[in-house]
């Protein structure tokens, strides 16, 4: 994948990536819960230039009548990206590309949603990519899980998301976008921290079986790191002292 060259620039000879992190360090994370008004839960979150909006409606009906299930409640899940989010203006028709991360989406969160709860509805999640920059399904997707916990959805837990990845054949954490398309491997990773679970494990690249092991590891650990700051941002919104 990345030559000799993308190799040297991506990581120097003091372990230092190209953004200036270390191998073990994310980009700058921002959660905020709430923000949208007319939906029953959101979230927005910042991870590193990923921009990324979260609104979440229902549980509610079911429409057409025959899609819903009388056992259990089903989870939608819409993830898009604005014409704008990238420096190539994107077609606003969905892509494959989004189509396909919609699923995984909705893979991941369906183990922490407690569906049988509400039987006959269904729960929207519409994901908004405002920016992109690498890694946006993991910073969709743990922003879609303190939307989720904001709209009062029953949850096992939330699911936190985080990339590792193999740049200049060492283990990352948090690939960029840089990193992405240069680097050897690409692991986006779900975690359920409370419940030890993983809910999304998903790789793009080679590993040998130790890289492998190493690279879950240090993406469970990232995971670990979202997972804080998902707290965080929900007590902040309905404990905290600050204000909306």
Known sequence: MGGQDATMVLLDENGIRCDGRKIDEPRRIMIKAGGL??????AYIEF????????VFGPRDVHPKH?????TGILRVRYHMEPFSVSDRKNPAPSRREIEISKVIKEALEPAVMLEKFPRTAVDVFIEVLQA????RCA???AASVALADAGIPMRDMV???????VADTIVLDVNNEEDQAGQADMPIGYMP???KITL?????VLSPEEYKKCVEVGVNGCKIVYELQKKALNDKYFGTKSD
Do not use: F, Y
Request: charged share 25%; hydrophobic share 30%.
């Open 201 to 205: 494990l998903q790789l793009d690249g």
């Open 140 to 142: 969709a997707l743990s």
């Open 48 to 55: 590193g230039d990923n921009k990324i909006l979260v609104g």
């Open 67 to 71: 899609m819903s299930d009388t056992d």
């Open 160 to 166: 936190a998301a985080c990339a590792s990845g193999k």
């Open 194 to 196: 409370s419940l030890e």
């Open 133 to 136: 920059d690498g890694g946006t």
């Open 37 to 42: 008004k007319n939906a029953d839960g959101s």
